[in-house]
């Protein structure tokens, strides 16, 4: 315990600094297994207002998905965007999260399209990413899973209804960073159809007697290069059919 109290401080002050930790001076605190690491992140998520969403991400569309938690004083609405000093990096990605309508219960853990029927909403989103570690992305996975998998937060924009129909493994979409294009064109999801993720956290948060709150946002990965910003701007996407986000950077 006290291995993973000490990594949950480090990480917590350099939330609070701003400033990067140096993976070689937590030796005696690097995670031993997932469940370590998972251990840490509620340390974490414990002093930021507790957990207002999940990011699940997969690097094809057979991977195992990996996810995380994301901190409640972390999450929000476009008009409040972002403040460029708390973050000692600030990396973005243009994504699509749902969420459901109300609580999800153990019935549809049993047939994933049961959990893609349930979807209530879909928000374009940003999500703000910023490890807490010198050197990354080189850093030994478990550190980077006990720190929230680099999240630094994520940013909502347009909010609809959700549309079964709409094509969510090749949308056209558009992302920006001033006046610079970060990307332009039919996006390809690294997950295949990223709906899939969703149907693959319910199924495992209820088996290991988890739960998932209504309205939770639930973020599925980027459909854009990663795009590191530098200074103040303005970060605009959007996505052909569906919505806009677009928020300052302060």
Excluded at 66 to 72: D, I, R
């Amino acid at each position: 315990m006290a291995r993973t109290q000490e990594l949950a401080s480090r990480l917590l002050q350099a939330r609070r600094t701003h400033t990067l930790v140096d993976p070689e001076s937590l030796a005696s605190c690097i995670p031993q297994s997932a469940d370590e690491a998972l251990v840490v992140q509620q340390l974490v998520l414990d002093e930021l207002g507790g957990c207002a969403g999940y990011k699940i991400g997969a690097g094809s569309p057979t991977a195992v998905p990996q996810f995380a938690p994301l901190p409640a004083t972390r999450v929000f609405g476009a008009a409040t965007g972002l403040r460029r000093g708390d973050y000692a990096r600030l990396g973005l990605e243009l994504e699509i999260a749902f969420s459901f309508a109300s609580d999800v219960d153990r019935s549809l853990a049993e047939r994933p399209e049961a959990v893609i029927d349930a979807i209530d909403t879909m928000s374009v989103v940003v999500e703000a990413v910023d490890s807490r570690f010198e050197g990354w992305p080189n850093v030994d996975p478990l550190l980077q899973l006990a720190d929230l998998q680099n999240n630094g937060a994520l940013v909502i924009g347009d909010t609809r209804p959700y549309d079964c129909h709409f094509d969510f493994s090749a949308p056209q979409l558009g992302f920006y960073w001033n006046d610079h294009e970060i990307f332009q064109g039919a996006a390809k999801h690294s997950a295949g159809d990223p709906r899939r993720l969703v149907a693959w956290l319910v199924a495992h948060m209820l088996e290991t007697g988890q739960s998932i709150p209504a309205r939770t946002m639930l973020t599925t990965g980027s459909y854009t290069p990663f795009y590191i910003a530098s200074g103040p701007g303005i970060v605009r996407g959007t996505v052909e059919g569906f919505g806009k986000i677009e928020f300052e950077v302060k």
